[in-house]
């Protein structure tokens, strides 16, 4: 009878049966738990636990009535009608919530430690401890810093639920490295562009420059404040360091040579508007598994495919800059300081694990590549041969760090209504874009 049973057992793949499975059953092991829970969850077969009294891994903050069918051991033969019970569409949001689970809290030692530590911290912390929808929602407990926070109302992620809309306004972060020389330098037509959107609320410029800051009669007179912050350590990392100044939700993140109307900006805000949980941009930049080196490679190639948006110029939620100071590690802070270099890579990084999602990518004009190739050429990081070097040890170095590549590749480029028909300019609201 044994080898009979044996025999019949290794006409099937348990790794493939168990991914194609929908219910997993999960019955009472030897010790505290059981080796077959967690296999159902990674495989996002919906567990069906067999073990009267168990109580499930971090049960205190996870809301496991999503994920799992609880069946009473003593009663066996009535697992089959409970499961058959569930419709389609609460099997769909149980497998996806198995997944989630997964990927936050039990895909590696590290996330359990880590999530079992930050439990204890919330334990002792209560005035600063995350409640259960952060804990049970995307992004996860883990991406959730309380130190940030305790509201979900602040955090990107949480507007639906809390049925609310970013506020129209935003600030606009330009980081300076260079001397003020001219009146007629990009800086300071950039400033002027900014100053005449109605949605920008102020404008901080983050002097990174060797040279003392000049004097407040050499910047334009603005209707909005004009903050000026000196970078301590002339760190890359400072670009994103959440600064007090920064009092909208909203920043638009912008390199001292960028070439942008107020249409442009304009646009690209009241898009982020409708993703603020994502980074909504212009110059677009792709990643791609390189087989023949085995390593994970970088293309600034201009194609309809891409993963990341550069933070030259970008929108994105103001709580990615306290992520990314708080959350990422040392190490990785020291690369972006040595090399000063792929700080705009690792935030694309950082956002993407968070959101599961790409940035998104806008309209721009034509113009913006060839300015750029040209001011390339003479005075900025883009004529130094190591610099795209760089950036390929970056891609894998974070890949590594994050334990996967969390970059997600997307096609999709949102343009203005209207925008390149056969109209009249007049019709269309965004009407700088298309001119030359």
Known sequence: MFQEVSSMLQQYDYQELLHNSTF???????????????????AACIPVLLSNGW????????????A??????????????????????????????????????FSSVEKIVSTTLEIIKDRIFRHVSRNKLMWNKLPGGLFVLPQYSTHTADFPFYYLDEGLTPKKEFTGLIYAVSPLV????PII????????????????????CDKPLPPRGKWPSIRMPLIFIRGERKAMSSRFFPYDGITTDSVLS?????????????????????????????????????????????????????SMVLTGAAFYHRYYHHLFT??????LHALLDQTANCEDILMNFLVS????????????????????????????????????????????????????????????????????????????????????
């Open 55 to 66: 109580e499930l891994p971090f049960s205190e903050v996870i809301d496991w009535s999503k």
């Open 353 to 436: 694990a968070v959101t599961k999602l790409p940035s998104i990518k806008v309209t721009q004009k034509k113009q913006y590549k060839e300015t750029l190739m040209q001011q390339g050429s003479k005075t900025t990081l883009w004529a130094n041969p190591d610099h795209f070097t760089q950036r390929q040890n970056c891609i894998n170095t974070f890949a590594s760090w994050f334990g996967s590549m969390p970059l997600v590749q997307s096609q999709l480029r949102l343009d203005p209504v209207l925008f390149k028909d056969q109209v009249s300019i007049l019709r269309k609201k965004y009407r700088d874009i298309e001119r030359p």
């Open 254 to 306: 912008l390199d001292e040579d960028t070439v942008l109307s107020t249409n442009e900006i304009d646009f690209a805000f009241i898009v982020w508007c409708s993703f603020p949980d994502r980074i909504v941009g212009y110059p677009a930049r792709s990643h791609f598994w390189d087989s023949s080196k085995g390593l994970w490679g970088y293309t600034s190639k201009w194609t309809n495919e891409y």
């Open 189 to 208: 037509k950039l400033i002027s562009a900014l100053a005449k959107s109605k949605y920008c609320a102020q404008i901080i410029i983050l002097w990174n």
């Open 182 to 185: 001219s009146q007629s330098q």
């Open 68 to 105: 799992v069918v609880v069946g009473d051991e003593r009663l066996l033969l009535q697992v089959p009608s409970t499961v058959r019970s569930i419709d389609n569409d609460k099997i769909l949001a149980f497998r996806q919530h198995t997944q989630f689970l997964w990927d936050a809290y």
């Open 24 to 42: 997993c059953l999960v019955p009472r092991g030897r010790r505290l738990g059981s080796f077959r829970f967690l296999e159902s969850l990674q």
């Open 326 to 331: 708080y959350y990422l590690p040392v190490s």
